[in-house]
């Protein structure tokens, strides 16, 4: 199945995770846990998967001697709002939320930044190892100077799964079926409506609230999403008994943690990001539960040929959007390094690109 960097830049968006059932206020939890610094977390259901992990998280840096707040919205954007105002000091959101902060580790989010095709096979093993490396590498004490961007310091990344084009028709399997149609796109990311537009295809404002219902609805033609919220959010409505989901990443989704580091104790970074590395594992069940929640007969196979096609039009979207700014560079140079440490035999690994 072909979706292009494009669409796959819908996938971001579609993708902040989550049985995001339509929670519509703002914040779930009015008081906040604790007595130090406060951290927004993002949790579409307000008491779901995330806020119990954080607050498993919390307990986690009380026994390291730290105390935080944690504050629980089902609203991501107000989240992150309220980090940029002040209102928060840390912040839990994905790394598509979190680009402004710390552009470094929100590179990981870009498209097809951590997918691996191997002999025409899609490696969804080797994809996620890229993802567990990268974390590995920015949680190590030397890799500082990579996530401190000036005030702001990446406290933790936690992997939220592959997301992949869930769509209507299962006729739209190549990417010139894709031309014309209409695909849900953020609105707040800058780059994935101008992705969507190089296909040809349509992109269609829309948010975390209403993405999934303008899906099942026929609004729209083509969604990106992780697997996890196939339930939640009752996509199989959209689908219906003409669609499908193509077994392609075009990226894989992650939450991150952002803090002022100013407002915590020293040393609250290194110990914020050993914790979230050595919750991998645990987070990657969670992940593996969502992929099996998909049956099998909805899943769209692409040819060998068209997998590596669309790794590279992944990579030719990914250097655009850097070129323009949208992504991070150095970022993206390391990814690209840890690709080819797992799959060395790419053509990639001895082409230039992405080697600013």
Request: hydrophobic share 40%; with cysteine; net charge positive.
């Amino acid at each position: 199945m072909k979706f292009s960097s494009k669409l796959l830049a819908a996938a971001f968006l579609a993708s902040c995770v989550g049985g995001a059932q339509a929670a519509t206020s703002a914040k779930a939890d009015a008081k906040p846990e604790g007595n130090g610094a406060q951290f927004c977390v993002f949790d579409p259901i307000g008491t779901g998967e995330t806020h119990r992990a954080m607050q498993d998280y919390a307990l986690a840096m009380l026994k390291k001697g730290h105390v935080v707040q944690l504050k629980t919205y089902v609203d991501e954007r107000v989240a992150v709002e309220d980090f940029r105002t002040g209102q928060c000091d840390g912040v839990m959101a994905t790394g598509l939320r979190t680009r402004p902060y710390v552009p470094f580790s929100a590179a990981l989010d870009s498209v097809g930044a951590s997918t691996i095709v191997r002999n025409g096979k899609v490696d969804l093993k080797a994809s996620y190892e890229v993802v567990h490396q990268f974390v590995n590498v920015i949680s190590s004490p030397k890799a500082t100077d990579f996530i401190v961007a000036g005030p702001y310091e990446l406290a933790g990344i936690a992997p939220l799964g592959a997301v992949y084009p869930f769509v209507n028709d299962r006729n739209i399997d190549t990417l010139e079926k894709a031309a014309g149609k209409r695909v849900a796109a953020m609105d707040y990311d800058k780059a994935e409506a101008q992705l969507i537009q190089r296909v040809g295809a349509k992109p269609v404002a829309a948010d975390i609230s209403n993405f999934s219902t303008m899906f099942n609805n026929g609004l729209v033609d083509v969604i990106m999403a992780p697997a996890m919220v196939y339930k939640p959010l009752e996509l199989y409505r959209g689908i219906g008994t003409k669609g499908g989901v193509a077994r392609f990443p075009v990226l894989i989704l992650t939450g991150q943690a952002i803090i002022r580091s100013a407002k915590f104790a020293k040393g609250f970074g290194q110990d914020s990001r050993d914790y979230f590395a050595s919750q991998f594992d645990t987070a990657m069940g969670i992940v593996a539960k969502g992929d099996r929640e998909i049956p099998e007969k909805l899943w769209i196979d692409s040819t060998p040929r068209d997998n590596e096609r669309y790794v590279l039009l992944m990579r030719q979207g990914r250097v655009l959007m850097a070129e323009k700014g949208f992504y991070d560079k150095k970022g993206l140079k390391l990814i690209k390094k840890i690709r080819c440490s797992i799959h060395p035999q790419a053509s990639e690994c001895t082409e230039l690109t992405e080697n600013w």
